[in-house]
């Protein structure tokens, strides 16, 4: 009896054939879609990963470059830099904080921005500099500012 169905043309439903088809044809799609998607999320996140680091360590090349003309002084000194940061790194807004140096670690600028953070280390800060800040790439630009006088050495972003 199962063979005459088997043989049998008539026993197919060509409407079941198409919604059959059409069903596999969205499945194969829908996979295909998904692994694009999640292949270019991945593709974003790396450049962001790459704009964070690329602004850490010019900001860090910065600050390095204050600190160090600082250094060679020994009157008092005051050094200002304004730098224009972007508006968003991959599409997001992002803070960056200044990390003063402790007993533990090294200063170190952090930029973070959704799910990421980057830290930049500043190899040059030590401890006897007092080193704070906090901006958010909502504004478009930051300024560096650095003072060492005889009581002290104090560096900020804002």
Partial sequence: ????????????????????????????????????????????QQAMYTEFSELGSEISRDITNMYITSAHTTNNITIYMERDIPLTLGGKGYSITLKNATSEGMASVNIEGGNYEVITMLNSIDTHVNATGLVYSGSGEMNIKMIKNNSGAWLWIE
Avoid: P
């Fill in 1 to 44: 009896m199962v063979r005459k169905f088997i043989r049998d043309d008539n026993a197919v439903n060509i409407e079941l054939g198409y919604i059959l088809n059409l069903l596999l044809i969205m499945i194969f799609m829908a996979s295909f879609t998904g692994a694009f998607y999640v292949r270019a999320e991945h593709s974003s």
